[in-house]
Structures are given as C-alpha cells and as structure tokens.
C-alpha cells in the first residue's frame, strides 16, 4: 500500500486504489521504450462508440521537442511541477475528423483511454496526472492540431519522487487525504437522488 491508496469502502483492485495524481515526480527518471509503447498501446486498446477511436496523442519525452511545446501551454500552477514527469501526454478529441462523421462522444471516449493509459502506467509501476489546465488554442499552433480536433487534456507519467522536492505550496496537497463524495450522492436507484440501497 503507498502512502495514498484509496481508504474504500470495499477493496477494489489494487490498481484502482493505487492510483493517484502526485505532483512530485522524478526529474532524473526516464521511461523505457518498451513502457512508452505499453502506455500507448494501453490507451489505443480502449472501448469507444462505434470503435471510432476518436483520440489521439501528441507523446513528448522529457528533453525533446515535443515535450517542450506542451509543457510550454501548461498554465503556471501546473508548469511549476509538471516539468519534472517523464513524459507530458496530449490527448485530442477528433470531434470532427475531416472526412469522418461528426462524433459528438469523441472525449468521452478520449477520457477512456487515457484511463487505460493511467492504469497502465501504474500496472509499470508509474504515476500519472491529468491536467485541464492548459491553453488549447496554443497546443493547437504549436503542434500543428487541425480543425475539427479538440486537445482535452495532458497527461504527465513518470516516477514518484519525495514530496518534500516539491515547493512549500504545493507539498501540503501531495500529502492531504484523499476524498470523496459520499455512495449515497452518486449512485441512485428508483429516482434520481433516492441512494442506491446497496451502495458502500
Ligand atoms: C480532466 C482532468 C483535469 C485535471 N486538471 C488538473 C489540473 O489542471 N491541475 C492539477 O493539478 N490536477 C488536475 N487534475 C487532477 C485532479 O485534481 C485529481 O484527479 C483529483 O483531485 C482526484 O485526485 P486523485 O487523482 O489523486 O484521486 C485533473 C484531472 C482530470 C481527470
């Protein structure tokens, strides 16, 4: 058990519970060819309407190109720690794919398979955190995303390092417990808002 497994009400599978998005990440680690491709055949796996597979991914490792120019869209908060990780993920929604047909779930389905992508990466031993927080419009001209392709996220993997490397703002949070909304406000049954009887 790390220092911030899920406290669930019933035990779930490792993997799940195990999961969580520090930001204190190895600067000196990098990550394997053969655990990159894992990574990405792991997202490229997932489920999808229609098996459209309406994502794709701009992969940078840390100290190329790539890696620079997405690091470089992060909003300030998140550009503070997440130049440390091993690899900065973008994944990008095809919402309107130039001769496919419009595909109103396309982050949905992107979501998945960064889901894999994150399950995979723990299953290798390495951590992942998605970030919102970025600037879309700049991906979009720097890497050269296309109309009709929606960046919906980055995602930073790497190797778990000390909290104590982080700043004095940011080492609280890595530490903090972990929550959540409560079963009975999230699962329903009969009508909406009426908690799921079974529910943990
Ligand atoms: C789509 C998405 C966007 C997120 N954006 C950010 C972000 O910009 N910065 C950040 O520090 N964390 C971000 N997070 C991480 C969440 O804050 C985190 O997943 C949540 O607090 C739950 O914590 P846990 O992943 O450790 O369980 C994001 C997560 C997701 C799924």
Known sequence: MSRRTANTAVSVHPLLAERWSPRSFDATHTI???ELMSLLEAARWAPSAHNSQPWRFLV???GDTTYRRILATLVPGNRLWAGNSSLLVAA?????????TRHAGAAYDTGLAVAQLSLQARALGLHTHQMGGFAPERLRTSLGVPDGYRPVSIT?????AAPELLPQELRDRETAARERRPSAETFFAERWGN???LAP
Request: proline residues 13%.
């Open 195 to 197: 908690p799921l009887p």
């Open 32 to 34: 394997t060819e053969e």
């Open 156 to 160: 930073a993997a790497g190797a778990l």
């Open 92 to 100: 990008i929604a095809a919402e309107r794919p130039e001769n496919g």
């Open 60 to 62: 940078g490792q840390r």
